[in-house]
T-cell receptor, first 119, second 110 residues
Framework: NAGVTQTPKFRVLKTGQSMTLLCAQDMNHEYMYWYRQDPGMGLRLIHYSVGEGTTAKGEVPDGYNVSRLKKQNFLLGLESAAPSQTSVYFC??????????????????FGPGTRLTVL | DAKTTQPNSMESNEEEPVHLPCNHSTISGTDYIHWYRQLPSQGPEYVIHGLTSNVNNRMASLAIAEDRKSSTLILHRATLRDAAVYYCIRFTSGTYKYIFGTGTRLKVLA
């Protein structure tokens, strides 16, 4: 089991360029999430998906788009990168928000992160 | 405000217990308390969670105050590998959201 993988690990963009970050999970999880982490801060939710073909906005969705065409993949797109989007991006997945025992267990499994710099 | 309040940093000696506090004074009755930790250059990893009762697992213990306005993560014997940022998170069962605070950076001294 690879768990959650992210591609690429590092990327440098110029302002205005576009790119797509790929997240893949092999745990058959229904829920997937994209977060960003700025220096000295906790993670903030960008977008999430509760199943194949569905997406929804999180705390900080502006400037990002997502797609979940396959259950195991969750893509994060930047159409026109800005320096304010310089950050470390983490993808995560979870079995469900209820947990198998319905006890509030919602362990999210995180990928290793993508460090993005926008010049 | 759904965020939690934690000290910015704490230090502990190796092999000693560590108590990491968290304040969540506005918690609702359906909110769970989750703890994650983030090792350097890695994504966060789950540590423990609870609702009302104290909880134990192989990694740590979670003590929740009777009024649920605060909780404490207990590492029974800190090791150098426990040096990380520890996040206390309020989680409403049935929702999608983890709202991360700024966390506590734990330094373990050899």
């Amino acid at each position: 089991n690879a768990g959650v993988t992210q591609t690429p690990k590092f990327r440098v963009l110029k302002t205005g360029q576009s790119m797509t970050l790929l997240c893949a999970q092999d745990m058959n999880h229904e829920y997937m999430y994209w977060y960003r982490q700025d220096p000295g801060m906790g993670l903030r939710l960008i977008h999430y998906s509760v199943g194949e073909g569905t997406t929804a906005k999180g705390e900080v969705p502006d400037g990002y788009n997502v797609s979940r065409l396959k259950k195991q993949n969750f893509l994060l797109g930047l159409e026109s990168a800005a320096p304010s989007q310089t950050s470390v991006y983490f993808c995560a997945s979870s079995y469900s928000v209820f947990g198998p025992a319905g006890d509030g267990y919602n362990e999210q499994f995180f990928g290793p992160g993508t460090r993005l710099t926008v010049l | 405000d759904a965020k939690t309040t934690q000290p910015n940093s704490m230090e502990s000696n190796e092999e000693e217990p560590v108590h990491l506090p968290c304040n969540h004074s506005t918690i609702s009755g359906t909110d769970y308390i989750h703890w994650y930790r983030q090792l350097p250059s890695q994504g966060p990893e789950y540590v423990i969670h609870g609702l009302t009762s104290n909880v134990n697992n192989r990694m740590a213990s979670l003590a929740i105050a009777e009024d649920r306005k605060s909780s404490t993560l207990i590492l029974h014997r800190a090791t150098l590998r426990d040096a990380a940022v520890y996040y206390c998170i309020r989680f409403t069962s049935g929702t999608y959201k983890y709202i991360f605070g700024t966390g506590t950076r734990l330094k373990v001294l050899a």
